[in-house]
């Protein structure tokens, strides 16, 4: 049972926005940075939101990540079918001194 | 360019050890702390350990603690995970993994290319 709690799937239609949630407490998200990760099946991970908001290098800025109390969000704009794959969160978290993913979202580009 | 080449997975029966390597490359290795994160089939990531770049502090999930250990050796730039009384639920791809900046430990900008570990009788 993950820490963070995300919602199972989303979905959206092309070209449209959608918003993966991911909520936490006090000990993870409400005092760490929230990270995202997108993972195709069958390879590894790849950041795509780092401190809450920041967009590494080379991620499109139709991805966007926020973080509000004991809550993330991570939203992408323009939907493309090549979103249509998984998506996690993570954080630290203070009372378990361990990193935390969430249960991962599966997106569905309708 | 950072390179994480990991080796050593394979099956295990139930009970049995196994050890994990991560020969890193591209950085100045003594400099990062590095971390071990897995994938069961079909479920989500689930982070397993983190050593710091000294390697004198070290960190675990849960269910790793008393059973795995991470150590690295730092004049050959490599990362260990020895994995001990292995049950048949830590079957998954293990992924070795570095960060691109100190001090964010969920941070993960690099990763291997994955072993997997399958653990049966």
């Known amino acids: 049972q993950s820490v963070l709690t995300q919602p199972p799937s989303a979905s959206g239609a092309p070209g449209q926005r959608v918003i993966i949630s991911c909520s936490g407490t006090n000990s993870n998200i409400g005092s760490n940075y929230v990270y995202w990760y997108q993972q195709i099946p069958g390879a590894a991970p790849r950041l795509i939101i780092h401190r809450n908001d920041q967009r590494p290098s080379g991620v499109p800025d139709r991805f966007s990540g926020s973080r509000s109390g004991t809550s993330a969000s991570l939203a992408i704009s323009g939907l493309r079918s090549e979103d249509e794959v998984d998506y996690y969160c993570a954080s630290w978290d203070n009372n378990l001194s361990g990193v935390i993913f969430g249960g991962g979202t599966k997106l569905t580009v309708l | 360019e950072v390179l994480l080449l990991q080796s050593g997975g394979g099956l295990v029966q139930p009970g049995g050890s196994l050890r994990l390597s991560c020969a890193a490359s591209?950085?100045?290795?003594?400099?990062?702390?590095l971390k071990w994160v897995r994938q069961a089939p079909g479920k989500g990531l689930e982070w397993v350990s983190e050593?710091?770049?000294?390697?004198?502090?070290?960190y675990y999930g849960d269910f790793a603690k008393g059973r795995f250990t991470i150590s690295r050796d730092n004049s050959r730039g490599t990362v260990f995970l020895t994995m001990t009384n292995l049950r048949v639920d830590d079957a998954a791809i293990y992924y070795c993994?570095?960060?691109?900046?100190?001090?964010?430990?969920?941070?993960?900008?690099?990763w291997g290319q994955g072993v997997a570990v399958t653990v049966s009788s």
């Open positions: 050593i710091s770049a000294s390697g004198t502090t070290t």
């Open positions: 591209g950085f100045v290795f003594n400099t990062y702390a």
């Open positions: 993994a570095k960060g691109e900046m100190r001090g964010e430990p969920a941070r993960i900008d690099y």
